[in-house]
């Protein structure tokens, strides 16, 4: 049973580009959260999609958007990159029935470093 | 929003002993307590949580102690092995929220 996969594990681009990450959520999952995590820093929580819908969103500015496909995967874009968006990006998938607190699991995340 | 404070931000323990984690959370609605492990080019593993209606809880050489009136938490690590140096993560949600609010985590190295 595979779990949250993410790609692609590292990226590097430069500073006023735009840049897509991909995530699959574990099987049976239907809800996927995107986080950002600064190095030496605990995950920040960027959105959540459920239903292909935004269903909440963290402290980001709207240079941050996603979408999530009726397949359950989802996609984040970021645009106008700027060298603070550097970070350790991380896709959880859940189940939205069972809530936070059971099942959410993160995958390996993607590694984006920008120039 | 909720604000999640860890301590201590590094920790070297001999193998053998126990390492202790605490942090603190803001809202006093957060009913959800999760500890995760992140080992390197890893992402977040969870390894115990706890509910608020609890005030501990124990898996093997982990426990994790809530308390509700002051608003703290803590990770026990009984016997440290090798294996156990990563970075902690502690983290709070509110029931009716679809977020987790970390703390900055605790680097743990077990020194053997």
């Known amino acids: 049973d595979a779990g949250v996969t993410q790609s692609p594990t590292h990226l590097i681009k430069t500073r006023g580009q735009q840049v897509t990450l991909r995530c699959s959520p574990k099987?049976?999952?239907?809800?996927v959260s995107w986080y950002q995590q600064a190095l030496g820093q605990g995950p920040q929580f960027i959105f959540q999609y459920y239903e292909e819908e935004e269903r909440q969103r963290g402290n980001f500015p709207d240079r941050f958007s996603g979408h999530q496909f009726p397949n359950y995967s989802s996609e984040l874009n970021v645009n106008a990159l700027l060298l603070g968006d550097s970070a350790l990006y991380l896709c959880?998938?859940?189940?939205?029935?069972?809530?936070?607190?059971?099942?959410?699991?993160f995958g390996s995340g993607t590694r984006l470093t920008v120039v | 929003g909720e604000n999640v404070e860890q301590h201590p931000s590094t920790l070297s323990v001999q193998e053998g002993d126990s390492a202790v984690i605490k942090c603190t959370y803001s809202?006093?609605?957060?009913?959800?307590f999760p500890w995760y492990k992140q080992e390197l080019g890893k992402g977040p593993q969870l390894i115990i949580d706890i509910r608020s209606n609890v005030g501990e809880k124990k898996d093997q050489r982990i426990a994790v102690t809530l308390n509700k009136t002051a608003k703290h938490f803590s990770l026990h690590i009984t016997e440290t092995q090798p294996e156990d140096s990563a970075v902690y993560f502690c983290?709070?949600?509110?029931?009716?929220?679809?977020?987790?609010?970390f703390g900055a985590g605790t680097t743990v190295t077990v020194r053997a």
């Open positions: 983290a709070a949600s509110l029931g009716s929220d679809y977020k987790l609010s």
């Open positions: 809202d006093s609605a957060s009913n959800y």
């Open positions: 959880a998938s859940s189940l939205a029935g069972w809530g936070i607190d059971y099942g959410y699991t």
């Open positions: 099987s049976g999952h239907d809800t």
